[in-house]
């Protein structure tokens, strides 16, 4: 079992920076992937960013490639996403997720685990 709550939400500029973060609980967290997710108003969940158990894999979204980065602290429990040149686009409530799979997952059905959400705004 792994709850994860979501931090560092919050109203940015358009073209500045943020980053989010996900504390994690749970002795097996090292053995998951993870992954963030973003809805936007009027829109479905969609994929932002996942990494693998270990790190050495991530994926992006076309969207946010070259903008975001995902990274993982496993002795901590935390997963981070830092996001550069924000777009009003970027608006959302971001979610972290967990899955058994281990592996950076796109797909929401294949995360087993969520957090509440934080929200993001990025003003024009």
């Known amino acids: 079992q792994v709850q994860l709550a979501e931090s560092g939400g919050g109203l940015v500029q358009a073209g500045g920076s943020l980053r989010v973060s996900c504390a994690a609980s749970?002795?097996?967290?090292?053995?998951?992937?993870l992954g963030w997710f973003r809805q936007g108003p009027g829109k479905e969940r969609e994929f932002v960013a996942g990494i693998s158990w270990s790190g050495g894999t991530t994926s992006y979204a076309e969207s946010v490639k070259g903008r975001f980065t995902i990274s993982r602290d496993n002795a901590q429990k935390t997963v981070t996403l830092q996001m550069s040149s924000l777009k009003p686009e970027d608006t959302a409530v971001y979610y972290c997720?967990?899955?058994?799979?281990?592996?950076?997952?796109?797909?929401?059905?294949?995360?087993?685990?969520w957090g509440q959400g934080t929200q993001v705004t990025v003003s024009s």
């Open positions: 997720a967990a899955s058994k799979t281990a592996w950076a997952r796109s797909r929401a059905l294949e995360y087993d685990y």
């Open positions: 749970g002795r097996t967290f090292s053995s998951y992937g």
